[in-house]
């Protein structure tokens, strides 16, 4: 039931918005992928699950909680903090993932005032940027980048 309320919530956040990157790094307007799911949308393979069955395992974080960096261009602005702290709602409220600030993992989400709204598909172990420009501090649009 949670996935299917994931589903739902992220076709509700996918109409156009005008200030989606479509930059050589972002794939569909808001998807940063690794050079596995790029090979993977070339040969027409699903990205999320490029390699079959068990090969999700490793982009969920572990334990199901996600630390998290908010840059200060976006930490000063309380419109960016409410649309980032209710994105984050949106996913504590209806699963079992758990957001915390970083302290010395390597693998994170980094939140940054980019171009548009982009993020990475699934966890790839470093650093990654959720990119989240001013028309994208919304409930839905965070949350759905938050779980690309």
Known sequence: MKWLYVFVLCGVVLAENPEESGGDDVYEGDMILTADQR???????????????????????????????????????????????????????????RFKERTSESGYANFILGSGCSSHVGRI????????????????????????
């Open 39 to 97: 090979m993977a949308a070339v040969m027409g393979m699903d990205v999320d699950n490029p390699f079959g069955r068990g090969s999700t395992k490793n982009t969920q974080w572990p334990g199901g909680v996600m630390p998290y960096v908010i840059d200060s261009s976006l930490s000063r602005d309380s419109r960016a903090m409410a649309a980032i702290q209710a994105g984050m709602e949106e996913w504590t409220s209806k699963t079992c993932i």
């Open 125 to 148: 172990g470093r650093r990654q940027n959720i990119n989240l420009a001013r028309g994208c501090w919304h409930r839905g649009t965070v949350a759905h980048e938050i779980g690309q």
